[in-house]
């Protein structure tokens, strides 16, 4: 996938992944070709393959580029002591995206969501930074593999949780109340 600085890649790396949401709106991933993915961003397939190289490579990077939690762009989060915070933020982005959320569950793509929030967390040196080695690989993959189930569930349930009960089982969940609690 191209990773460079030149403004004309880029705006058809962004075009390309734009083409791609708007096609999956009334197609399949599957169905969808890279020759249709071209027509609709009206770029070539030489310009496609040197750009992405494949489909799956223009989901990551347009989950990498406009849908991610990102902890940079939420650093607050990553600073708080608050893990309550976390969720509170986390809820609403699932909220604020559920059409994006919707189009990867039907498609069976959650998958690129979790790998692109992954490597997001790893990256980022405020989000737990002070854990390292496979301490930090464990609670980082659990965490995004939470995240992703959340947002996958709340798509399954017909998106009816609002912002407020998501960030309360987000918190419980995570942080083992349901653990502690008594069951009647």
Known sequence: MYKGSNKTALLSQKLIGDALLRL??????????VS???????VSRQ????????????????LQN??????????????????HLFCQNYSSYIVRNRH???????NE????????????FMDCSHFFGDITGDDRIYLVDFISSGMNSIAKNYVLTGCT?????????????????YFMQKHE
């Open 66 to 83: 406009s849908f991610c939690f990102t902890p940079e762009n939420n650093s607050s989060i990553c600073r708080s002591a608050s893990f």
């Open 36 to 42: 249709d993915l071209c027509r609709e961003a009206e």
């Open 47 to 62: 310009t496609f393959y040197s750009l992405f190289g494949s489909k799956e490579n223009v989901i990551v990077y347009t």
């Open 109 to 120: 793509m959650m998958h690129f969501l979790y790998d692109v929030q992954y490597r997001a």
């Open 24 to 33: 999956l709106e009334n197609e399949s991933f599957a169905e969808i070709s």
């Open 100 to 106: 994006l959320l919707e189009l990867l569950v039907k």
């Open 161 to 177: 949780a609002d912002e407020a009960f998501l960030e309360k089982l987000m918190f419980k969940l995570f942080g083992g109340l």
